[in-house]
T-cell receptor, first 113, second 118 residues
Framework: QKEVEQNSGPLSVPEGAIASLNCTYS??????FFWYRQYSGKSPELIMFIYSNGDKEDGRFTAQLNKASQYVSLLIRDSQPSDSATYLCAVNVGGTSYGKLTFGQGTILTVHP | DTAVSQTPKYLVTQMGNDKSIKCEQNLGHDTMYWYKQDSKKFLKIMFS???????INETVPNRFSPKSPDKAHLNLHINSLELGDSAVYFC?????????????????FGPGTRLTVL
């Protein structure tokens, strides 16, 4: 079993819709969870992080964490074509304070006009 | 005002050569990383340094040798390059913090170095 798993997609949603991206992880000791966005040919950029159960909202983005189910998701409301990118879920596996992140394989999101 | 910078951006070389990639961060972070992103876009950590000390060393061939002359710089030297080393190499840096939002060690990535071994 992979430590961090995401559906590779591609996930295609119409403009204005809600895009839902999912991620599961295997290590129950994981403490912090990150969502990065990566445009083609560019470096990953942080969208948001979450460390406690529940929802965390930032603009059009909402991260949801359920540690009991070992599940973290990212919702993008009012999706725009500019949101089309690969979304990487990253988990601080083992809960170390030195930030050893394990990444999922990424979900390709396409928002079509 | 570049936060994390890498040089070179592109590197094309022959099998068997030795090459280096340099990384610098001006964020004042204590920890720096090297990641490899393969053709399938899978991003995997290779090394991590905290205050010039090696703290993460994943199962990377001995041909890869990181060096951190100070906490703002982390270089990667690769000996005897192989075809399978072709990938994009990302440098990142972070600073562990505790805040109202929770503990975090958010990593900021450099622009990447695309290495092609012929």
């Amino acid at each position: 079993q992979k430590e961090v798993e995401q559906n590779s997609g591609p996930l295609s949603v119409p403009e204005g819709a809600i895009a839902s991206l999912n991620c599961t992880y295997s290590d129950r000791g994981s403490q912090s969870f990150f969502w990065y966005r990566q445009y083609s040919g560019k470096s990953p950029e942080l969208i948001m992080f979450i460390y406690s159960n529940g929802d965390k909202e930032d603009g059009r983005f909402t991260a949801q964490l359920n540690k009991a189910s070992q599940y973290v998701s990212l919702l993008i409301r009012d999706s725009q074509p500019s949101d089309s990118a690969t979304y990487l879920c990253a988990v601080n596996v083992g809960g170390t304070s030195y930030g050893k992140l394990t990444f999922g394989q990424g979900t390709i999101l396409t928002v079509h006009p | 005002d570049t936060a994390v910078s890498q040089t070179p951006k592109y590197l094309v070389t022959q099998m068997g050569n030795d090459k280096s990639i340099k990384c610098e961060q001006n964020l004042g972070h204590d920890t720096m990383y090297w990641y490899k992103q393969d053709s399938k876009k899978f991003l995997k950590i290779m090394f991590s340094y905290n205050n010039k000390e090696l703290i993460i060393n994943e199962t990377v061939p001995n041909r890869f040798s990181p060096k951190s002359p100070d906490k703002a710089h982390l270089n990667l030297h690769i000996n005897s390059l192989e075809l399978g080393d072709s990938a994009v190499y990302f440098c990142a840096s972070s600073q562990f913090r505790r805040s109202i939002a929770g503990p975090t060690d958010t990593q900021y990535f450099g622009p990447g170095t695309r290495l092609t071994v012929l």
